[in-house]
């Protein structure tokens, strides 16, 4: 069968991979409908996360049709209609447990994020070695451990396109306003415009936000984002100052909330070297102290975009004296997902509004190029392994 398969920087391929096999009795495995490509699949893209592999399948957004499953998979069955989480979680762990299902102790056991980290985290799917190094999504049939934890049966009523981006984005958006404690009446600043950064802002409204600022330099993105968003705020960092112009627009007191949702591939002072010895000289432009530097005294501060590794000269002072709380993390998927299907059916929430490109399998290599670039007006792309 067919598959998305990383060759190396800004190299994507389709080829031709043995179809995965059951290999544990809590297994199953998926016929793909739908497989979106992410904003986390573009720092693989770049080659800027370690431990990538040439061939590694891509892909850890998707959903289909289960055509097998283990003896041991007791609430998901052949034919069922499924979501699939990005990463994997055994649910019987110190950490599934408590619904920290990106902490899963079971589904990854990379020594190398062990030495970097101090512990390893979940298993992914379609990402490095350094997450378990799992084949991905972005392919006719995909392997997913432990089914029934990591797959979500959806109604037959909602298409595709209403329920794919459960298996991430629209719970890491979700995540990023958890994560901030987004409530009624906040004023909340969003940093990225990509697919995350605007579900972030469509969930911060449903959650009674009362202002929502959405910063990003690609005005195509703003504008598509605030087209799509009633109320909606925007600013674009080319044409001014970041901390002067949330001033001007929220006042001195806010954001009460400020949401990161750009991650390292945009971070001019990452280094790729896991060395304090290594670090480069501060670069002002950096997110995470421009988000220190413009959250109100005492506010609250959800970092979803993703971090390898050392990012210099963080702001430690800043973020002392005002007061702030930070909190981080990959999304426990499994923990929202239930939720935010209610929602989707009720027709609070709707996903699919970032999705601006679905295309067959074999235009894969394309869409990561303007994926990247933010051409064609690319904001997320939904690939369809079977057309
Ligand atoms: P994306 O790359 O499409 O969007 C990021 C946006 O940030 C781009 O539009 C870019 O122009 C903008 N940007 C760059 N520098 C900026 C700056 N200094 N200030 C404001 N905006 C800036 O990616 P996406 O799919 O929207 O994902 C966003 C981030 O979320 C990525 O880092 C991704 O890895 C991460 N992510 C995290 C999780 C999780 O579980 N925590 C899950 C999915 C994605
Ligand atoms: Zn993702």
């Not at 084949?135 to 392997?143: D, L, T």
């Not at 929220?250 to 591939?265: C, M, Q, R």
């Not at 220190?292 to 970092?303: E, N, P």
């Not at 709707?350 to 601006?356: G, H, L, R």
């Amino acid at each position: 069968h067919s598959a998305v398969a990383w060759q190396g920087t800004k190299k994507m391929a389709v080829i031709d991979v043995p179809k995965p096999k059951i290999t544990n009795p809590g297994d199953a495995i998926i016929k793909v409908t739908s497989s979106a490509i992410c904003g986390s699949d573009l720092h693989l893209y770049l080659n800027f996360m370690p431990g990538m592999e040439k061939n590694a399948i891509m892909g850890h957004e998707f959903m289909g049709i289960v055509e097998a499953v283990g003896p041991d998979v007791k609430h998901i069955k052949v034919g069922d209609r499924v979501v699939s989480s990005f990463e994997m979680g055994c649910g019987k762990c110190f950490y599934c447990q408590r619904g920290i299902f990106s902490g899963c102790d079971n589904t990854n056991f990379s020594k190398a994020e062990e030495t970097l980290y101090g512990q390893h985290t979940a298993g992914f799917h379609g990402y490095t070695t350094l997450t378990g190094g799992h084949p991905g999504g972005q392919a006719q049939f995909a392997h997913v451990l432990y089914a029934d934890v990591n797959l979500l049966k959806v109604p037959d009523s909602l298409p595709d396109k209403k329920v794919v981006l459960l298996s991430d984005i629209l719970p890491t958006a979700w995540h990023a306003n958890e994560l901030g404690g987004v409530s009624k009446g906040d004023r909340v600043a969003i940093w990225g415009a990509g697919p995350v950064g605007i579900l972030a802002a469509h969930c911060a409204f449903f959650r009674g936000a009362e202002r929502v600022v959405l910063i990003d330099e690609v005005e195509s993105r703003l504008s598509f984002a605030k087209a799509r968003i009633p109320g909606l705020e925007t600013l674009n960092f080319k044409e001014k100052k970041v901390p002067a112009a949330l001033k001007e627009m929220l006042g001195p007191t806010a954001p009460d909330v400020s949401i990161e949702a750009v991650g390292f591939h945009y971070c001019k002072s990452w280094v790729h070297k896991f060395e304090m010895a290594a670090m480069l000289e501060t670069d002002p432009s950096e997110t995470l102290n421009e988000i220190i530097y413009c959250t109100r005294k005492g506010g609250r501060i959800g970092v979803v975009g993703v971090y390898s590794g050392y990012t210099n000269h963080y702001n430690i002072g800043a973020f002392m004296e005002k007061g702030l709380t930070m909190a981080a993390g990959q999304t426990p998927v499994q923990k929202y997902w239930k939720d935010l299907l209610k929602w989707i059916e009720e027709g609070k929430l709707t996903p699919e509004m970032v999705i601006t490109h679905e295309l067959p399998l074999s235009q894969a290599p394309q869409a990561y190029k303007d994926f990247n670039a933010k051409t064609d007006g690319c904001v997320k792309v939904v690939l369809k392994p079977w057309q």
